[in-house]
């Protein structure tokens, strides 16, 4: 079970947040297109060219919370993970 302390609201607004104001610069000459996931209460991330495999990624590296996931050169893509069943959804 998830237990994170943050609303999905209040994650996605801290994860947009740092994203365009510390990431999008630095990751978008390197990895476009790709998925970053963010862990908004340490402001660490990973990147992987698959959505599932980042929040994998994240989930070893940063334990099993909620995420925000954005592809990297498209703020469409953003949005967070719910992991009941391993699968990261796009709220």
């Known amino acids: 079970m998830i237990n994170n302390p943050l609303s999905l609201e209040d994650i996605s607004k801290l994860g ?6 510390e990431l999008k610069d630095v990751l978008e000459k390197s ?3 790709q998925f970053a996931v ?4 340490q ?4 990147v992987d060219p698959d959505r599932l495999l980042a929040v994998d990624k994240a989930r070893k590296e940063f334990g099993d919370k909620l995420f925000y996931i954005v592809q990297i050169g498209s703020m469409q893509g953003s949005g967070t993970n719910f992991s009941e ?3 990261a959804w796009q709220l």
Do not use: A, S, T
Not at 43 to 46: I, Q
């Open 16 to 21: 947009e947040k740092f994203y365009v104001e």
């Open 31 to 33: 990895n476009m297109g």
């Open 38 to 41: 963010i862990d908004v209460g």
């Open 43 to 46: 402001r660490k991330y990973v």
């Open 85 to 87: 069943k391993k699968y």
